[in-house]
C-alpha cells in the first residue's frame, strides 16, 4: 500500500503549478501555430469562382489551387486552404482524393488572404459547383 508523507503532500500544489504552467504554454505554441491573425482578414467572407488546377489531399493542410479569372482579365492562381482540419477530419466530412479534379468549376467562400497580391483564402464552408450543386455533404 501507498502511504504520502507530509513532505509528499507539500509537493502537490508545486506539482499542480508546474502542470498548469507547462499546459499554458503549451496551448499558447499550439494556438500560435494553427493561428490565421495576420495571414486572413476574417471580418469579410469573399466568394471566388474559377476552376481547379490541383487538389493537394495531404496533410497537415489540404488545399486546393484554383485559376480566377481577375477584374482585370488576368488568371490569377488562388490557393485556398482548409486551415486545421487534416485528411482525417476531411474523410469523415466526405472527402477524398477523387473530389476535385483538374478542370472542375467550383465557387468557394472563405476569408481572403490580407496581402491582396497573395490570392489566398481560409474556406468557409464547402465548396460548390458553379451551378450551385454541392459536391459533398454538410
Known sequence: M???TDKDAMRIP???ALLLIGSSWYSDVAQAHHSTNGIYNEDTVVEISGRVKEWRFVNPHPSLIVEVTGPDGQLQEWDISYGGPAVTHLKRQGY????FKPGDEIVARGYAAIVETAFGLLIVGHP???DGTRIIGD
Open 2 to 4: 501507498l502511504r504520502m
Open 14 to 16: 508545486g506539482l499542480i
Open 96 to 99: 477524398t482524393v477523387d473530389t
Open 128 to 130: 460548390t459547383r458553379t
